[in-house]
């Protein structure tokens, strides 16, 4: 419980209708999508950069944790109060999108803007912000930084990391920095906007991000194949990638997802096919989209695609698409449980993991459905049990380590898009060493040193 001089304090500062610590915000921020409940002992809605600074500054002297939220959206818990304290919420005022400079092909955020508004926002004036996480029209570009989200076209364009040119933020005793600057070359000091990104509100507060844009392509093409085996499908992703073309997607599905969607959506599909991949490519010519397409096509059909589908029109290519967006969704088909993780590796791996998965689902009996960005080598790999059953929960955990184990073994990393949180921390001895580990932890304090920020995520106290 927060001592009644800190409520008055933080009423004074902000005001009363920004601060609350009744029951029904306590609850609303109190979860995440993990399902995981932790709850705050109040929750504080900062009108402005100031603001963020004189509650850091006031919580570092009376040691009160501090947790920075976006929209919740997380699927590790970076953003659950599991150490109690205050939830700093941004959507109620900081989320205006403060400049579009065309000219230097720039936005200026605040923290709380959804990732989809800025998406719309840039392209009314004929420029594209790339990154595209499944939670784009609710994430907001806070979290999207902190957790540095990926989405389906980071195949092409990378993920958020590759447009961050700068962040403002609050370190944890109130000073106000600025990391990074919106040039295109800037090699002066530390990379310390690097250091922010993905660090999960462990190490400062943002307020304001500089993000690069790119010109919007003129047109899109969407194209499936569909293999008879999970293997020749990997296979002709990696050798896709490295054909001369890049797609700005490259999703998969597998035999236990299509299955899956189809008995959920009863759309059609070919429930006895290995896996689907479905495919972009953009550009600003229509012989150019063609041209890729065949090489597509050619380097698929040599690695056993059985039939090449490309949309003729908008609603052909949303109905191709239809299948890997509603894919998550309809694994409830396989039990009340899922753990879904979102391991990468390089993408020559991707035919030896998914095989190690398939041999770690026949070991404990359970479905392993995966789908996911093969483009770029991420798999969301979907562990599923009967929740109600402790023993498929256990065992189910026991799976999720040996998935991890693969994963590591193929080079690969425990995370591509959704971080590690709460989640994957016990994990993460298995993928760093002790003194990478210690590093981490030595950072945190040079930050943080009296631990206020986001405690106990990332497996650093």
């Known amino acids: 419980m927060l001592p009644s001089s800190a409520l008055d304090f933080f009423t004074a500062l902000v005001g009363k209708e920004n601060l609350y610590s009744d029951k029904a915000h306590l609850i609303a921020y109190s979860y995440d999508a993990t399902r995981e409940k932790f709850q705050p002992d109040a929750v504080l809605f900062p009108r402005h950069e100031q ?19 976006g929209a919740g959206s997380g699927f590790t818990g970076g953003a659950l ?35 989809m508004e800025l998406q719309r926002a840039v392209e009314e004036v004929g420029l594209f912000y790339p990154p595209d996480p499944a939670s784009q029209e609710y994430s907001t570009i806070g979290g999207n930084v902190n957790e540095n989200a990926g989405g389906m076209r980071a195949a092409k364009y990378g993920i958020t990391k590759d447009y961050v040119m700068a962040i403002r933020a609050v370190l944890p005793n109130g000073d106000i920095i600025k990391a990074g600057k919106r040039t295109i070359k800037d090699v002066a000091g530390y990379n310390i906007a690097g250091i922010l990104i993905a660090s999960e509100g462990t190490l400062a507060v943002t307020t304001e991000v500089t993000l690069k844009l790119l010109s919007k392509p003129k047109m899109t093409k969407t194209a499936m194949g569909i293999f008879s085996s999970v293997h020749e499908a990997m296979e002709a992703v990696y050798k896709t990638m490295s054909s001369g073309v890049t797609p700005v997607a490259m999703e998969f599905l597998d035999n236990l997802t299509i299955r899956a969607v189809e008995q959920v959506y009863h759309k059609g599909l070919p429930i006895e096919a290995g896996a689907i991949l479905v495919t972009d490519v953009d550009g600003n010519l229509e012989d150019d989209l063609d041209f890729q397409l065949g090489i597509i096509a050619k380097v698929f059909s040599e690695n056993g ?67 996911g960005h093969t483009g770029d080598g991420n798999v969301h790999t979907n562990v599923m049990v009967d929740g109600k059953n402790p023993q498929q929960v256990k065992i189910g955990y026991e799976a999720i380590k040996e998935v991890f184990q693969a994963t590591i073994d193929l080079g690969g990393t425990l995370s591509g898009e959704h971080g590690i949180g709460l989640a994957k921390a016990p994990y993460m001895s298995m993928a760093f060493t002790p003194e990478e580990m210690a590093l981490f932890q030595s950072i945190k304090r040079a930050f943080d040193p009296n631990n206020i920020l986001n405690p106990a995520k990332m497996g650093l106290s």
């Not at 509650?55 to 501090?66: A, D, S």
């Open 81 to 115: 109060p599991s150490s109690g304290g205050i939830v700093l919420a941004f959507e109620k005022h900081m989320n205006k999108i403060l400049e579009i400079d065309m000219q230097n092909m720039v936005a200026i955020v605040q923290p709380g803007v959804i990732n």
């Open 51 to 69: 603001d963020v600074s004189d509650i850091l500054k006031y919580c570092n002297e009376h040691r009160i944790v501090i947790v920075p939220r």
């Open 305 to 371: 695609c059985n039939e090449f589908k490309i949309a003729q029109n908008k609603q052909e290519a949303a109905n191709l698409w239809f299948a890997r967006r509603n894919a998550s969704q309809s694994l409830s088909v396989y039990g009340s449980k899922k753990i879904n993780e979102d391991v990468t590796v390089p993408r020559s791996a991707l035919p030896q993991l998914l095989e190690k998965f398939n041999a770690i689902a026949l070991k404990y009996n359970i479905n392993i459905p995966c789908f």
